[in-house]
């Protein structure tokens, strides 16, 4: 039997603030195996980052289990959980967290000098990734010489560099154009499809869940559907005709009355 790469089980996630608990996630249960790729998609404020956060060990459950690459992340030291997160996952988040006073080339080449890499070494691979996602040529940039686009390709490559087997990318493409977001999601797919690295991807957009095979759609902190992204953003995309169906005879009785 092989263990899952991702496992929660009916992961519950409080955030207390004056002692007042407010209940994000109500009972989540997900697995994932290698090799897949995984849309989240669901209404503003219905959980997803705050589950990218557990699932990144950013941030630990209220309640559940997590077992990531067959360790229980709940059992583990900080320093154990923080080995063990540098091992297994890349992050991809929305602001780019690049140093700014650093060249392209060190900012990927830094958590590969953070993992014991020598600095020759981890250079020769961060340039190797800077050129996978096309920006062999401006290495030696800053970050703030870089457009948008640019600047979100430097963030995969530098989620990339120490090649980990789970990628996690909380809307990669919002802030970009569509062809920008285009040719991240050609990157992404290529790394999934090629190197079999595992991919959980948030998004608000359809059109980008539907690189992904499998479609996670949560609804006030409750998984609402888990199953084949095709048929997932069929079911959207009706209960949304549904939707705008039903507030444009509300606006036409309105009008009417
Ligand atoms: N640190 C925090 N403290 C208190 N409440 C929080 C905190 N982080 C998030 N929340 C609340 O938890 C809920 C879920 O937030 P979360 O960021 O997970 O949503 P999301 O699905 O990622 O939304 P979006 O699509 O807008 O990014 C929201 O109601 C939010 O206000
Ligand atoms: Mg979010």
Redesign the pocket.
């Known amino acids: 039997m092989t263990t899952a790469l991702v496992e929660l089980r009916d992961v519950r996630k409080s955030?207390f603030?004056n002692r007042i608990e407010?209940p994000?996630l109500h009972g989540i249960n997900l697995a994932m195996q290698r090799g897949e790729f995984v849309a989240i998609m669901?209404?503003?404020?219905?959980?997803?980052?705050?589950?990218?956060?557990v699932l990144g060990c950013l941030d630990t459950p209220t309640s559940g289990s997590y077992s990531l690459a067959g360790e229980d992340v709940g059992s583990l030291s900080r320093a154990a959980l923080a080995g063990l997160r540098n091992r297994t996952i890349g992050f991809v988040f929305q602001s780019f967290n690049l140093l700014k006073r650093m060249s392209i080339l060190d900012n990927v080449a830094l958590p590969l000098i953070y993992a014991g890499v020598n600095r020759k070494q981890a250079r020769e691979r961060a340039q190797h990734q800077l050129a996978r996602v096309g920006l062999g040529e401006l290495e030696r940039r800053q970050p703030n010489q870089l457009s948008g686009g640019q600047q979100q390709r430097v963030a995969i490559a530098r989620a990339l560099v120490a090649d980990p087997p789970l990628i996690l990318a909380?809307?990669p493409t919002g802030n970009l154009d569509t062809r920008t977001s285009a040719d991240i999601m050609a990157v992404l797919t290529e790394l999934n499809r090629d190197r079999g690295q595992s991919i959980i991807l948030?998004t608000?957009e359809p059109d980008i869940a539907a690189f992904a095979r499998r479609l996670v759609r949560?609804k006030d902190?409750l998984v609402l559907y888990d199953g084949p992204a095709r048929e997932g953003l069929r079911e959207l995309a009706q209960e949304e005709a549904v939707n705008l169906a039903g507030s444009l005879s509300t606006a036409t009785t309105e009008e009417q009355a």
């Open positions: 955030y603030s407010t994000v669901g209404q503003s404020g219905s959980g997803k980052s705050t589950l990218m956060n909380d809307e948030v608000h949560l902190g």
